[in-house]
């Protein structure tokens, strides 16, 4: 939409048009995220194999569940206060292998407390940047996409309200990856 200086609109984009601007906005923040749960992913199995002594683990794929606890700040922006991510990174080179990955940011902020069931090993990633980058770019983009799907999440959210913003992802091999971001408030 275009606006004149008093405020009336002048212009409004059809909608197809903006349905096929939001659909690439959501494209581009989906393949950013995808970006970085993979890298993610290749972090916690280099870590694994080359520190930590797991062997015979690749990357096939990754599978997440997280969760954002949000309210609005003191100026309208989102603050999101407490997170909880759990990454599972699936192993290519045996059948249900996988490393679960675990951050919260009341038990393990700033680092993913990680477990190798099958050879029931367990260590703690805590490099910055890498995991920096992981936990403020989840938290990121899921804002992000949130609002670019569905802004009234926002906009409807009262002053005293919180919300609770869950994510799941995964991705298997070559397919595509499959991303939902749902919110309620509380």
């Known amino acids: 939409m275009i606006y004149s200086m008093d405020g009336q609109q002048l212009y409004k984009e059809p909608e197809k048009i903006q349905g096929e601007k939001i659909n690439k906005g959501l494209q581009l923040i989906g393949s950013q995220l995808d970006s970085l749960l993979l890298g993610t992913a290749a972090y916690v199995k280099e870590k694994a194999t080359n520190d930590f ?29 407490n997170y909880d991510f759990t990454l599972y990174v699936l192993n290519s080179l045996k059948d249900k292998d996988e490393i679960e990955c ?23 990633l805590s490099d910055l940047p890498q995991i920096a980058n992981f936990l403020d770019g989840m938290k990121y983009l899921v804002l992000i996409a949130l609002g670019v799907s569905k802004p009234e999440a926002f906009t409807d959210m009262g002053d005293q309200q919180r ?12 397919e595509e990856p499959n991303i939902n971001i749902h919110y309620q408030y509380y």
Do not use: W
């Open 102 to 124: 675990h951050s919260n940011s009341t038990f393990s902020p700033n680092k993913l407390r990680c477990t190798h069931y099958s050879s029931k090993s367990s260590f703690e």
């Open 53 to 81: 002594g797991i062997k015979e683990f690749g990357v096939r794929g990754y599978s997440l569940a997280g969760s954002l606890d949000c309210r609005k700040g003191m100026y309208g922006g989102i603050q999101c206060d």
């Open 163 to 174: 919300m609770r913003i869950t994510v799941t992802a995964s991705r298997h091999g070559k």
